[in-house]
């Protein structure tokens, strides 16, 4: 069954047409990469999908539901979560205090409540830190359980929004370059931590320049190109198509 | 750093107990009061300011209604002034909500904006309706009473405004380390992030609104029949800069901050009396120097000079 189904998805920002007539469907379960050169409108798709930006014209379905317009926090209440290009970290709270706020819908989050320092609240909350820390051991920060998020470096920051987005317990996850930066030892381990999330259910779609990691991870590939669907289809097809390196490599095919 | 947060809040209360017994005279006694009201309407205004990063140049116009509402409806209608206290908190968080709503759903300085005409017009309205108010002049606010019991030596005053301060800090503390708070704190660091896990971050932003401008309502009520006497220069503009000062001088985003940017600016003046005419420019010279080196308040800053962190 589709988890996601995209469309005829456009967005126009005045006369420039970032996203133009893009449809696709992900099935549940797999690992689904979006790539294409810069500025082929792979972030705006992202954004389109969690709410973010709304589309000018075009549907998209989550499990046959339309959501398309909908708040980025009505998304999440979807169990659709996301990690974003440029860092998304809230550096005035602690590294766990993020994760934390991953789980945010799934608390009492009553204020007289909290005010009054209620022990069921209490003590949901400890239980809520201990899940926190297990998840950042998940992600290869447990040397980080105690840091402050602005004391810690950029790959670190990196695996820091995809707990917070895992402690949402998403169905589907958007990986917005979750590579992009890192050196190559951390980018195989992101290669594993993908993989790790992917076993562990939840579909993931992902947007990454590394080819390497991309062909690797994911069960099919979209491609785009000036905010239009180039080609679709698996590793194997997409590296033979001749549109795909055409744009890829310059080359006029 | 997360149990000793609390430490802080056993050293104000040993404080409070002690002070009475320390200080020389009713003067200090009083200037102890003033701190310590300040110290509350700070800590509420820091929850929005600070923790939720959104300014509110306007609640002294929230403390005037609280003041007002005390003064005016059992003078002029013999309401208990229980009552009157909690209808002029109701009227500021009505009047609060309705402002908040379409505001929070623009971004950049519209909220700035917004709340100092809120206070500028509040302000206005205190001063021009005299049948009511008093005008400019203000009006006399009758005693406090409750069960029989009526509230008029400073002793009282003190030990009642102080267990009102604990009790505040105490809540912050809590607010700020559970799901709501962390929530407000996100909305602060990433707004998009905040939403993308599921923050409905205009319902938020005017949670806090509110509850800051109900707190600033009920401390104004109180210093109302504290003082006995109350003049729209306690709603006016400067009022409400002096509030955000308070704020920014002691600490965003930290509670005790909040603390010692009150009484520091409480007391500031009255030390500065002596220099006659020239108290406002030192005033603000000393305002200067705070945000030229502790831009980021006196208690973070020293706290993370001596390697705590609140």
New interface residues.
Partial sequence: MSMLQVRDLSIHFGGVKAVQNVSFNIDSGIVYAVIGPNGAGKTTLFNLITGVYKPTTGEIRLEGEAIQGHSPNELARRGVARTFQNLQICMNMSAIENVMVGAHLRLDRNLVKAALRFPALKSADRALREEAAELMRFVGLEQYIDARADAMSYGALKRLEIGRALAMQPRLIFLDEPAAGLNPKETIEIDHLVRKIADSGVTVVLVEHDMKMVMNLSDRILVLDYGKKLAEGTGEEIRKNPDVIAAYLGAHA | ?QKNVYIGLYVVVAILMVLPFVLPNSFYIDLAIRMAINAVIVLGLNLLIGFAGQISLGHAGFLGIGAYASAVLPTHFGWHPLLAMLAGAAATAVLATVVARPIFKLKGNYLAMATLGLGIIINIALRNESQWTGGPDGMAVPAFSLLGFDLTTDKQWYWVISFILVVSV???L??I???????L??L???E??????????VRYKV?IFV?SAVFASLMGSVTAHYVGFVTPNFADFFHSIELVTMVVIGGM?SVYGSLVGAVLLTALPQALATFEGWETVIFGAILMLCMIFLPKGLVPTLAAKFGK?E
């Fill in positions: 750093m105490w809540a912050s809590n607010l380390d559970s799901p709501f708070g962390r929530a704190r996100a602060h660091g990433s998009v992030a905040s939403q993308v896990v599921g923050v409905d971050v949670a509850m985003a962190g």
